[in-house]
């Protein structure tokens, strides 16, 4: 089996068609690019675009079932990068992303916490992140990697919200958001809303943490406004890291603009680049959080 | 409505009584940022209830022995350490509330975060609930204020629905004294004596009636539920009981009335109808079809039509693209939530059933219900004690389930409607579609072939089977009324379908591991089974085997029951251990059932016991054909006679603010559109977030092909003319598209009828006019229909509140979806404008067609009159062709920089939306629109619903290039997008009757909805 084949036997990732974007590499290079294992399984459902971005990227990417890693823990080992996809694990059931974290706690435990401690990466998305936080992998101040600090918790407004939001990169450390001062974003979740006790919030503070912030169309702080914070989190937080910067999780989806023509307004921008003579692009930018993670190896 | 604090449940089929036990109740209570227990109380305070402050619970009740300190550890893996807190066995104190209102499910209805929490314990502790332990939830609310017992009862009926869920209350003294709530374990139970009946036929013509109509007379006297068995029906099952020699076994009589039913055969469809010897769908709908392949030839790119789950069409050389949408009216009308979710789920199994199994990849929605507003209610009995659910309580319900099912798919839902009329209130259209993508080949052999072949296992994955859902199919064959039966509920459950779904379109499906695969829908098992045995030729199912949710249900319910997420595969036997370990590994139920066989004959076992045999053929093709004769007299309304507003300001922003034309932004913002990461253009456009009428979607990744979707509906027109409506209705949801950028030469077509009272020949005669107009007006744009589905008897008959008996038919309603291929979504065109000084054009002249417009019903409103009319929007499909060829040309050369499509409200409607959209002023001068040359009330210009037209802005630098390419169309250049806010319209005078602003504009696009 090559290379290609294992990563992604799935419909939706054709390996007969010419990549469009400069991110690409080719197959004799892919030896020392890192490898990502996306997770899937029991309502996980962005697992196919997450592992995509990562390939566009540059990395190889295997989804892996979670009753497969249960079975294999070790497997874990072959992997620099693991990703917590978006998705609705167990229909939010007991609270967002905790049964799923409660499988992990239940069988593997030990084993997602000596990768969590290595020189390796993790990103959990939208209901990643919730299970990022309920598994303690985020904030995990002190290094308390296994305890849970924080919670994301029903929006303000109490309703699912599917829409753009404009982030501001507000960490020096986290690896995931180099390179990106703002990022538009699309957002959809029904429980967005960061909470924990303030001694947590002080130490995101103190230890450069808060990744990612909701503000507005200027760059202002959103202030909880909505719609710029759409679920009413403290501190405007979309996103938080670890203590290390390696560990990101947050509740905006970057592989959901994974191409220009994602973008919400972006036949506008069309139509003043086309005016203007210019050609269009054509990947999006929230790719640019899964090429940081691969540079992070590469570079 | 009195709710008994404590009550036994009776329900068709056995007793189901509220236990009390020695069960662990776990009570968890959020004590930072408790938004759940804020919306309740907002909500209870909104609907006029004394209620201070609320404080919602989650519930678990385990039902298993635990000792203390696991029930301990099951509490923290329930509840969230940093928000929430516990209490186990006892109530939580210092919650001030003057009353407790516990909210439950009734026995047996699926319980989703219980299936969860079981398996959660028994993760934790590697130890399974055996037999009768289980784990269910409920909501526990603490109210606060003024409130009698009678109120209390009262929020609980608002909260909850009675045919699903129980209610328990009590108020602080009680709940003192006893400690808290009671512990209940919600077990079914049934009586544990099974047997097989046999139904005499040999009865009078009326009893014979009495089970087609009321079902099978069980011993207790009560009657089973209905079989929408007709006479001639009936006594040919008669006969063919009497040539055997001995009477139906009540599973046989149960599983002809499935297979049967106007809901699986479409028998109005297939019925001779007056002269047409091939009826409506051969005769009209296939026929089109069929002419326009073979016209197309080489370019035809339809692959599987009208014969599997779903239709397909070529998308690349590599995949196919499939389509199918639904209906779910009936089970929305008894519980909104649940039939919508299970609408939804349901339809993607239609993808997923689809040739080896496609893979869903958009959602769609389609929302007809009675005005929200509208209060008077309406009652399923003539004493009056069941009212029938309201339409905001039905739209409410509706957009929650597609909300809940979708979402939690993650498919994503860039596509929908809603509509408003008064035909709606007794029973809602919910329309529900799901396109799929699929390889054209898999392993070198063509996807879209399935075969069960004689020899293969009978396998059935996914959920397990109960009462719910039993008579879905016969149900909706029938009337909505008194008697309806509360079992044809169905509760969705969106997460046991994902692992099914996962675990068969991304895996067992290219592993090769099955020969054929169906869904589980209407008839559940009774119509997969022997669908698929069709392909064999025969099945022997042994029903015993087939897992259940609670002991003890009868074989007549195991083999109609519609149970939710199953699928029906059949599986040779050399796969068969490969199959069911990977479904094992991805945590999806799969179980032998039995084996197909080519002996011709359908037989079930129950514990080894024959207890059915019935032929295919008779079972499959013993229906008698029905021979239908229809009339239709068109009706003669009066011509509206009124002035023009003086204010025709005032009346645009009125029109802009009608349910039918106002943002119902709330949908789309919660409705995940998104996921997947192939939205090119949603639901919503331009900084003003405008509704838009179409969607594209980029399936692949790495390619700039898309799909474009779009809808139309055009139900008032069938108050004049069904045959227009649904040309109307055609060409609204082919212009749609071709305004987004579609080419009509890569478009598909889809039809889905809901009618009511078929059995009437007027009705009937309106059918076949607008069957005929689809025929002619497929034929004519050359857009095939590749798949489409009919629900023939929408009505509600009831009671008024003075008791007077009434009957609440639908409108004869046609929804036409198109889909498309566009080959660069870099070329497809948003419906905002995008700079100052772009050129407004108006693309298509404009009549006087006012007919049944939302025009004239807002007059109507206003005067306290019925003004229809008589001149119906009439589309000329030979014209409209020509100009959709040439519209896609200009959006290949990019002349076009926004677009959108007129539709209900017209021009006027369609410039404001523009204005909002961009967040850009515009001026527009009447008196250079293209219009008839009669035509000459600017309100008329304005409102006039004539089809097959486009507004457009355009670069001017592309002027030239623009109008030479529309040369010779009726298109003319009527006004600018300005750099201000103004919006203005000049009459044909030079006059201005319109002049306000954008943000005007905007409050009243978005005023209607604005809290909901």
Same mark, same amino acid.
């Given at each position: 089996?090559s290379?290609?084949?294992?990563?992604?036997?799935?419909?939706?990732?054709?390996?007969?068609i010419?990549q469009?974007?400069?991110?690409?590499?080719?197959?004799?290079?892919?030896?020392?690019?890192?490898?990502v294992?996306?997770?899937t399984g029991y309502g996980?459902?962005c697992?196919e675009?997450?592992?995509?971005?990562f390939?566009?990227?540059?990395?190889?990417?295997?989804?892996v079932h979670?009753?497969?890693l249960?079975?294999?823990?070790k497997?874990?080992?072959?992997?620099?990068?693991?990703?917590?996809?978006?998705?609705f694990s167990y229909?939010?059931?007991?609270?967002s992303?905790?049964?799923?974290a409660?499988?992990?706690k239940?069988?593997?435990e030990k084993?997602i916490?000596d990768?969590a401690?290595?020189?390796?990466?993790?990103i959990g998305?939208?209901?990643?992140?919730?299970? &990022?936080?309920?598994? =303690?992998?985020?904030?995990?101040?002190?290094?308390a990697y #296994?305890?849970?600090?924080?919670?994301?918790?029903? *929006?303000a407004?109490?309703?699912?919200?599917?829409?753009?939001?404009?982030l501001?990169?507000?960490?020096?450390?986290c690896?995931?958001?180099?390179n990106?001062?703002?990022?538009?974003?699309?957002?959809a979740?029904?429980?967005?809303?960061f909470y924990?006790?303030?001694n947590?919030?002080?130490s995101?503070?103190?230890n450069?943490?808060?990744?990612f912030?909701?503000?507005?169309?200027?760059?202002s702080?959103?202030?909880?406004?909505f719609?710029?914070?759409?679920?009413?989190?403290? &501190?405007d937080i979309? =996103?938080?890291?670890?203590?290390?910067?390696?560990?990101l #999780?947050?509740m905006?989806?970057?592989?959901?603009? *994974?191409?220009?023509?994602?973008?919400?307004?972006?036949?506008?921008?069309?139509?003043?680049?086309l005016r203007?003579?210019?050609?269009?692009?054509?990947i999006?930018?929230?790719?640019?959080?899964?090429?940081?993670?691969?540079?992070?190896?590469?570079? | 409505?009195?709710f008994?604090?404590?009550?036994?449940i009776?329900?068709?089929?056995?007793?189901?009584?509220v236990?009390?036990?020695?069960?662990?109740r776990?009570?968890?209570?959020?004590?930072v940022?408790?938004?759940?227990?804020k919306?309740?109380?907002?909500?209870?305070?909104?609907?006029g209830?004394?209620?201070?402050?609320?404080?919602?619970?989650?519930v678990?009740?385990?039902?298993?022995?635990?000792s203390?300190?696991?029930?301990?550890?099951?509490?923290?893996?329930?509840?969230n350490s940093?928000?929430?807190?516990y209490?186990i066995?006892?109530?939580?104190k210092n919650?001030?509330?003057?009353f407790?209102l516990?909210i439950?499910?009734l026995?047996?209805?699926?319980d989703?975060?219980?299936?969860?929490?079981?398996?959660?314990?028994?993760?934790a502790?590697?130890?399974?609930?055996?037999g009768?332990?289980?784990?269910?939830?409920?909501?526990?609310?603490?109210?606060?204020?003024?409130?009698t017992?009678?109120?209390?009862e009262?929020?609980?009926?608002?909260?909850?629905?009675?045919?699903?869920?129980?209610?328990?209350?009590?108020?602080?003294?009680?709940y003192d004294?006893?400690?808290?709530?009671?512990?209940?374990?919600?077990?079914?139970?049934?009586?544990?004596?099974?047997s097989?009946?046999?139904?005499?036929?040999?009865?009078?013509?009326?009893?014979?009636?009495?089970?087609?109509?009321?079902?099978?007379?069980?011993?207790?006297?009560?009657?089973?539920?209905?079989?929408?068995?007709e006479?001639?029906y009936?006594y040919?099952i008669?006969k063919?009981?009497?040539?055997?020699?001995?009477?139906p076994?009540?599973?046989?009589?149960?599983s002809?009335?499935?297979?049967?039913?106007?809901?699986?055969k479409?028998?109005?469809f297939?019925?001779?109808?007056?002269?047409?010897?091939?009826?409506?769908?051969?005769?009209?709908?296939?026929?089109?079809?069929?002419?326009?392949?073979?016209?197309?030839?080489?370019?035809d790119?339809?692959?599987?039509?009208?014969?599997?789950?779903?239709?397909?069409?070529?998308?690349d050389?590599?995949?196919?693209?499939t389509?199918?949408?639904?209906?779910?009216?009936?089970?929305?009308?008894?519980?909104?939530?649940?039939?919508?979710?299970?609408?939804i789920?349901?339809v993607?199994?239609?993808?997923?059933?689809?040739?080896?199994?496609?893979?869903?990849?958009?959602?769609?929605?389609?929302?007809?219900?009675?005005?929200?507003?509208?209060?008077?209610?309406?009652y399923?009995?003539?004493?009056?004690?069941?009212?029938?659910?309201?339409?905001?309580?039905?739209?409410?319900?509706?957009?929650?389930?597609?909300?809940?099912?979708?979402?939690?798919?993650?498919?994503?839902?860039?596509?929908?409607?809603?509509?408003?009329h008064?035909?709606?209130?007794?029973?809602?259209l919910?329309?529900?579609?799901?396109?799929?993508?699929?390889?054209?080949?898999?392993?070198?052999?063509?996807?879209c072939?399935?075969?069960?072949?004689?020899?293969?296992?009978i396998?059935?994955?996914?959920?397990?089977?109960?009462?719910?859902?039993?008579?879905?199919?016969t149900?909706?064959?029938?009337?909505?009324?008194?008697?309806s039966?509360?079992?044809?509920?169905?509760?969705?459950?969106?997460?046991?379908?994902?692992?099914?779904s996962?675990?068969i379109?991304?895996?067992?499906?290219?592993?090769?591991?099955?020969?054929?695969?169906?869904?589980?829908g209407?008839?559940?098992?009774?119509?997969?089974?022997?669908e698929?045995?069709?392909?064999?030729?025969?099945?022997?199912?042994?029903?015993?085997?087939?897992?259940?949710?609670?002991p003890?249900?009868?074989?007549?319910?195991?083999?109609?029951s519609?149970s939710q997420?199953?699928?029906?595969?059949?599986i040779p036997?050399?796969?068969?251990?490969?199959?069911?370990?990977l479904?094992?590994?991805?945590?999806v139920?799969?179980?032998?059932?039995?084996k197909?066989?080519?002996?011709?004959?359908c037989?079930?076992?129950?514990?080894?016991?024959?207890?059915?045999?019935?032929?295919?053929e008779?079972?499959?093709?013993?229906?008698?054909?029905?021979?239908l004769?229809?009339?239709?007299?068109?009706?003669?309304?009066?011509?509206?006679?009124?002035?023009?507003?003086?204010n025709?300001?005032?009346?645009?922003?009125?029109?802009?603010?009608?349910?039918?034309?106002?943002?119902?932004?709330?949908?789309?913002?919660?409705?995940?559109?998104?996921?997947?990461?192939?939205?090119?253009?949603?639901p919503?456009?331009?900084?003003?977030?405008?509704?838009?009428p179409?969607?594209?979607?980029k399936p692949?990744?790495?390619?700039?092909?898309?799909?474009?979707?779009s809808?139309?509906?055009?139900?008032?027109?069938?108050e004049?003319?069904t045959?227009?409506?649904?040309?109307?209705?055609i060409?609204?949801?082919i212009?749609?598209?071709?305004?987004?950028?579609?080419?009509?030469s890569?478009?598909?077509?889809?039809?889905?009828?809901?009618?009511?009272?078929?059995?009437?020949e007027?009705?009937?005669?309106?059918?076949?006019?607008?069957?005929?107009?689809?025929?002619?007006?497929?034929?004519?744009f050359?857009?095939?229909?590749?798949?489409?589905k009919?629900s023939?008897?929408n009505?509600?008959?009831?009671?008024?509140?003075?008791?007077?008996?009434?009957k609440?038919?639908?409108?004869p309603?046609?929804l036409?979806?198109s889909?498309?291929v566009?080959d660069?979504?870099?070329?497809?065109?948003?419906?905002?404008?995008?700079?100052p000084g772009?050129?407004?054009?108006?693309?298509?002249?404009?009549?006087?067609?006012?007919?049944?417009?939302?025009?004239?019903?807002?007059?109507?409103a206003?005067?306290k009159?019925?003004?229809?009319?008589n001149k119906?929007?009439?589309?000329?499909?030979?014209?409209?062709k020509?100009?959709?060829?040439?519209?896609?040309?200009?959006?290949?050369d990019?002349?076009?920089?926004?677009?959108?499509s007129?539709?209900?409200g017209?021009l006027?409607?369609?410039?404001a939306?523009?204005?909002?959209?961009?967040?850009?002023g515009?001026?527009i001068?009447?008196s250079?629109?293209?219009?008839?040359?009669?035509?000459?009330?600017e309100?008329?210009l304005?409102?006039?619903?004539?089809?097959s037209?486009?507004?457009?802005?355009?670069?001017?630098?592309?002027?030239?290039?623009?109008?030479?390419?529309?040369k010779?169309e009726?298109?003319?250049h009527?006004?600018q997008i300005?750099?201000t806010?103004?919006?203005?319209?000049k009459?044909?005078?030079?006059?201005?009757?319109?002049?306000?602003?954008?943000?005007?504009l905007?409050e009243?696009?978005k005023?209607?909805f604005?809290?909901?």
């Open positions: 089996m290379n290609n084949d294992k990563t992604l036997g799935k419909d939706s990732f054709r390996r007969d010419p469009t974007t400069s991110l690409s590499r080719t197959s004799q290079e892919s030896l020392a690019l890192p490898k294992l996306v997770l996980i459902n697992e675009e997450t592992a995509k971005c390939e566009m990227a540059g990395a190889t990417a295997k989804i979670i009753n497969d249960i079975e294999n823990p497997q874990l080992d072959d992997y620099q990068i693991m990703a917590f996809p978006g998705g229909g939010d059931d007991t609270g992303g905790n049964a799923l409660n499988k992990i239940n069988n593997i084993e916490l990768f401690k290595q020189d390796k990466l993790i998305i939208c209901n990643g992140f919730q299970i &990022l936080t309920n598994l =303690g992998l985020v904030p995990a101040k002190d290094k #296994g305890e849970r600090q924080a919670v994301l918790m029903h *929006n407004h109490a309703r699912y919200e599917c829409r753009w939001i404009k501001k990169n507000t960490s020096q450390k690896v995931w958001t180099r990106i001062d703002t990022l538009d974003c699309p957002v979740h029904g429980e967005g809303n924990a006790e303030k947590i919030i002080d995101l503070i103190k450069d943490q808060i990744a912030k909701y503000v507005k169309p200027d760059n702080p959103a202030n909880q406004e719609p710029f914070n759409p679920n009413g989190a403290m &501190l979309a =996103g938080v890291c670890d203590e290390s910067g390696r560990i #999780g947050l905006p989806h970057p592989e959901r603009f *994974n191409s220009f023509t994602n973008e919400y307004d972006w036949p506008k921008e069309k139509e003043k680049l203007e003579g210019k050609s269009l692009p054509t999006g930018k929230g790719l640019q959080v899964f090429k940081n993670a691969v540079e992070y190896f590469t570079k | 409505m009195p008994p604090r404590f009550r036994d009776f329900c068709a089929g056995g007793l189901l009584n236990l009390k036990n020695m069960a662990h776990i009570e968890v209570l959020t004590h940022n408790d938004t759940r227990s919306v309740m109380t907002n909500k209870l305070k909104s609907l209830f004394n209620v201070k402050n609320s404080t919602v619970l989650e678990y009740t385990v039902n298993k022995e635990f203390p300190e696991k029930i301990t550890k099951i509490a923290n893996l329930l509840s940093i928000s929430q807190k209490k066995n006892e109530p939580f919650i001030p509330f003057d407790a516990e439950g499910f026995p047996g209805v699926t989703n975060i219980a299936t969860t929490a079981r398996e959660t314990i028994e993760d502790f590697k130890e399974k609930f055996l009768q332990e289980s784990v269910h939830t409920s909501m526990l609310i603490f109210l606060e204020g003024k409130l017992q009678e109120d209390t009262k929020i609980g009926s608002t909260l909850a629905n009675d045919l699903i869920q129980r209610i328990h209350i009590k108020d602080k003294s009680q004294k006893e400690n808290g709530m009671d512990t209940i374990v919600p077990k079914v139970n049934l009586k544990e004596e099974i097989v009946d046999l139904v005499d036929l040999n009865i009078s013509e009326e009893e014979l009636l009495k089970i087609g109509k009321e079902g099978i007379l069980s011993k207790d006297g009560t009657r089973r539920g209905p079989l929408a068995l006479k001639d009936l040919a008669k063919y009981f009497e040539k055997l020699g001995r009477s076994t009540d599973i046989e009589l149960e002809l009335a499935q297979t049967w039913s106007e809901h699986c479409h028998t109005i297939a019925a001779e109808l007056d002269e047409t010897k091939d009826g409506l769908y051969k005769g009209y709908i296939k026929k089109a079809t069929q002419e326009i392949r073979k016209k197309k030839g080489k370019n790119f339809c692959v599987s039509v009208f014969s599997d789950n779903s239709g397909a069409i070529i998308f050389e590599n995949y196919l693209i389509d199918k949408a639904e209906t779910h009216n009936s089970p929305s009308a008894l519980d909104p939530f649940g039939g919508s979710i299970t609408g789920v349901g993607n199994r239609d993808t997923i059933g689809f040739g080896q199994g496609a893979k869903p990849i958009i959602n769609k929605y389609g929302f007809c219900t009675g005005f929200p507003e509208d209060k008077e209610p309406i399923k009995d003539k004493a009056l004690k069941k009212q029938a659910l309201s339409p905001r309580r039905i739209l409410d319900g509706v957009v929650a389930g597609v909300n809940s099912g979708g979402n939690q798919s993650g498919i994503p839902t860039p596509q929908g409607f809603v509509c408003f008064d035909g709606y209130k007794g029973k809602p919910i329309f529900v579609g799901t396109v799929g993508v699929i390889p054209r080949e898999i392993n070198g052999k063509s996807s072939e399935k075969l069960a072949k004689n020899g293969d296992y396998v059935v994955i996914g959920g397990r089977v109960g009462q719910d859902g039993i008579h879905g199919a149900f909706s064959s029938e009337a909505l009324s008194e008697g039966p509360a079992t044809a509920v169905q509760i969705g459950d969106p997460i046991t379908q994902k692992k099914l996962d675990a379109v991304k895996e067992a499906r290219d592993m090769e591991l099955y020969t054929s695969i169906t869904d589980n209407a008839g559940g098992l009774s119509c997969s089974v022997a698929m045995a069709k392909e064999s030729g025969g099945c022997e199912v042994d029903l015993d085997k087939v897992p259940l949710k609670y003890n249900l009868e074989p007549w319910k195991i083999w109609i519609e997420e199953r699928m029906t595969l059949s036997e050399e796969k068969l251990e490969r199959f069911t370990d479904m094992t590994r991805r945590g139920e799969a179980t032998v059932i039995g197909f066989t080519e002996s011709g004959h037989i079930v076992r129950y514990k080894g016991e024959k207890i059915m045999d019935i032929d295919m008779f079972l499959h093709d013993g229906l008698p054909e029905k021979h004769v229809s009339i239709y007299t068109k009706p003669n309304h009066t011509e509206p006679d009124f002035e023009k507003p003086e025709l300001t005032e009346t645009l922003l009125e029109m802009l603010a009608r349910p039918n034309i106002a943002s119902y932004e709330f949908i789309p913002r919660q409705y995940d559109h998104i996921v997947q990461g192939t939205a090119v253009l949603g919503l456009q331009g900084t003003g977030r405008v509704i838009s179409s969607s594209v979607t692949f990744l790495e390619t700039n092909k898309g799909i474009i979707c809808q139309g509906i055009n139900p008032s027109y069938s004049i003319d045959y227009h409506m649904a040309a109307c209705t060409d609204t949801a212009r749609n598209a071709v305004a987004t950028g579609a080419p009509i890569h478009m598909a077509l889809m039809d889905n009828f809901c009618w009511c009272s078929s059995t009437e007027e009705r009937l005669g309106q059918l076949k006019s607008a069957v005929k107009a689809c025929y002619d007006y497929s034929v004519a050359e857009t095939p229909f590749i798949s489409g009919d023939m008897f009505d509600f008959k009831g009671f008024d509140r003075e008791g007077n008996s009434i609440i038919s639908v409108p309603t046609l036409a979806s889909i498309s566009i660069d979504i870099t070329k497809s065109i948003s419906l905002d404008p995008k700079f772009d050129l407004i054009y108006i693309i298509g002249e404009t009549s006087d067609e006012l007919g049944a417009s939302e025009y004239f019903a807002h007059i109507s206003k005067q009159e019925k003004f229809i009319g119906v929007p009439k589309v000329d499909a030979i014209k409209a020509t100009l959709y060829e040439k519209f896609n040309k200009a959006t290949q990019r002349l076009i920089s926004s677009a959108l007129p539709s209900i017209g006027a409607v369609t410039l939306k523009k204005a909002i959209a961009g967040q850009l515009m001026e001068d009447l250079k629109i293209p219009r008839e040359k009669t035509l000459d009330r309100d008329f304005l409102f006039s619903e004539t089809q037209r486009f507004v457009v802005t355009i670069d001017p630098n592309k002027r030239e290039e623009f109008e030479k390419l529309f010779g009726k298109i003319a009527v006004g300005l750099d806010q103004e919006f203005t319209i009459d044909l005078n030079g006059e201005t009757i319109v002049d306000t602003d954008v943000k005007t905007e009243a696009y005023s209607t604005k809290n909901y």
